[in-house]
């Protein structure tokens, strides 16, 4: 595919991302730190989100199946959750968080539970819609390109 069309894509289906509430502003800040000294930056950043989600919902599962749950360490692995989500931009991850957290104040485990599947459910969906960025970001600088500065 051409340079030119990458890059129309790229802006099309990002927009239909932001549109969704998937990403927030913050997404767009992360972009302006990128540089042609740091071309990947976003990629690297948003790499490192994914695997410290995917081992923060681990941990998360792992305190809620057990039979007496510790809510204070419970609400801390959240609350590293709701800050990495709101470095990146995650927006509905992040507002899930919060919901979680205030399960976790009330020392609430079905709501917890509740919270875990939303949560888990909305982190997939982000994480698709990273990875599909991501390529099409690879793509474009492989093509000779500059990623475009996205708004919302």
Do not use: W
């Not at 989600?53 to 609400?75: A, H, P, T, W, Y």
């Not at 609350?79 to 919060?98: E, F, H, N, P, Y």
């Not at 979680?100 to 698709?128: M, P």
């Amino acid at each position: 595919m051409e340079l030119h069309k990458l890059r129309r894509v790229y802006i099309e289906f990002a927009s239909i991302v932001f549109r969704d509430g998937f990403l927030d502003n913050q997404y767009t800040l992360l972009q302006q730190l990128q540089d042609e000294s740091e071309p990947k930056f976003v990629l690297q950043v948003g790499t490192l989100f994914l695997e410290d989600s995917e081992k923060l919902l681990n941990e998360l599962r792992s305190i809620l199946d057990q039979q007496d749950v510790d809510f204070e360490k419970l609400d801390a692995f959240v609350c590293k959750l709701t800050g990495s989500s709101a470095s990146i931009g995650a927006k509905r991850v992040k507002d899930v968080c919060m919901a979680f957290h205030d399960c976790c104040k009330k020392g609430n485990k079905e709501g917890c539970l509740k919270c875990l599947q939303q949560l888990a459910a909305e982190y997939r969906l982000v994480k698709r819609k990273l990875e599909t960025l991501f390529k099409m970001e690879t793509q474009i600088l492989a093509a000779g390109g500059s990623v475009p500065l996205l708004s919302q």
